[in-house]
């Protein structure tokens, strides 16, 4: 019986790994299901709101009655302190960036279950938006208020508020944003695999394996397979996934059977 193979356009697209952010995501979840402790990312994130607060108020802090404090960097604009009010400004970015680092740290714990991609991006991506809302009303006021600021002081300002803002805003980001869709698969595949907690990983390779009886370890000499935990063979530098016993073995499988039947189907009759 003559066979036909199937099209390009008919190729099962290849599956996307897994970034090493979700896998860390992962990790900690199945940590969580081994100990039956769960982790309190509540902490962490109320920490980073905290930190987004004392930025503001290092920005736009009013005097409070007789109290001159030298925290406000739009109030000591308009007082013409402009060492003070670089001052703020830097101060207010250190802790943008650290609340950013609180929240990621947070989100790669326990990523957002939204399936919104807007709502995904928001959510991944807050530090980055709260950085926008903490320095751009400065900005703003700069421009509608230029002719109440010294031209020079408003200058120097300018520059020191742009440079600070970039570098908050890009240390904020989350390059590697988590869900908890993406981790779910993660869990899935290491519950199909039969994942037990042990991780194995060779000397010159960059996979790991959920077995040690896997195919592609067959030939591997036993002094250079390497075995611990999945953390530890991410540290290791062994971020993807084998092919056969930690991932995608059974997505092969159903491609296979899937080509098998259109072959037979679309054969041309003997």
Known sequence: MATKKPEGGNAPAEKKKPTSAALHAAIAQLEEQETGEKKNTAILRVGAFVLWALAAAAMYMPQIGQLNWPFGAVRMLFLGAQTACIVDIIVAGVLVVLAAQLWKKA?????????SPFLQFCWNQLGVLMAVIIFAPLAIIMITKSDKIDERMKKIVSVVLAVVFLAAAGASADY?????????EILEEADENGYTGDTYWTKYGHSYHFSLECQALRNSNRENIYSGTLEEALAANRTDPCDFCAEGALAKAADAAETTLEEVTEAPAA
């Open 176 to 184: 590697h944003p988590v869900t908890q869709d993406q981790v779910n």
């Open 107 to 115: 989100n790669h714990i326990h990523p957002t279950t939204l399936h």
